[in-house]
């Protein structure tokens, strides 16, 4: 009986100093970092010695929306110098952001051929390479319009600066909106008039899009 007690009593102290571990661990973590945030909902993770510069509150409710759905994309860019020329910095941070958003696009290319080809199964050979390739001439000039920030839906949400030494690193969070993406080059008449002639066609553009766009999440 006492052998038991004592085993039990061994137990708990064990799972005690365990479970104090664990929350000292979880705090020092946490301790470690600041937050972004978005209508109250934590976007990005910081380092806790960084400095936020900027917030773009006008689109706070919309980026939180996105998070909560599992729709949020966001590219990341940085620039580094010597703290000096903070503007230079922040606009080389964003054309960097951009860059990403554009190379991740361009990567995608052979998956949005991928998806247009299983559309058309049913057009004949000839004529479906010849709208395949209408299509990626569509779909370069659309991702084009995106890197370019000629359309909304990709915007700065946020910028931050860490201080290391002698120098400053500047970052910039793009957020990439899916539907005021779409949206917007909705109201593109070129675009759209091209879009239109390849859904005559047996094409859906934006259904590909979006399953690009989707891979983006992952």
């Known amino acids: ?18 479970a104090g571990g664990i929350l000292l661990f979880t705090f020092l973590q946490q301790d470690q970092y600041q937050w972004i945030t978005a209508d109250g909902v934590k976007i990005q993770s910081i380092p806790k010695e960084a400095t936020i510069v900027f917030v773009n509150n006008s689109m706070e409710k919309r980026v939180a929306e996105l998070y909560k759905a599992g729709k949020l994309i966001t590219f990341r860019g940085e620039s580094i110098s010597g703290g000096i020329d903070t503007v230079t910095a922040r606009e080389k941070a964003k054309m960097n952001a951009f860059k990403e958003l ?14 247009v080809e299983g559309q058309l199964q049913s057009v004949s050979e000839p004529k479906s390479q010849q709208i395949k390739s209408i299509a990626l001439d569509a779909y370069k000039r659309v991702t084009q319009m995106f890197s370019g920030a000629q359309v909304s839906g990709a915007y700065v949400y946020a910028i931050w600066e860490e201080r290391v030494g002698s120098l400053v690193y500047t970052y910039v969070l793009l957020v990439f909106d899916p539907a005021g993406a779409i949206e917007a080059l909705k109201q593109n008449e070129e675009i759209n008039r091209q879009i239109e002639e ?9 259904k590909a899009l979006n399953s690009v766009i989707e891979e983006a999440k992952k």
Not at 1 to 18: A, D, K, P, R
Not at 102 to 115: G, H
């Open 198 to 206: 390849l859904g005559k066609s047996g094409v859906d553009f934006f």
């Open 1 to 18: 009986m006492l052998f038991e007690n004592n085993w039990l009593l061994w137990t708990l102290v064990i799972l005690s100093v365990l």
């Open 102 to 115: 554009a190379e991740y696009f361009n990567a995608k290319i052979q998956t949005f051929a991928t998806l």
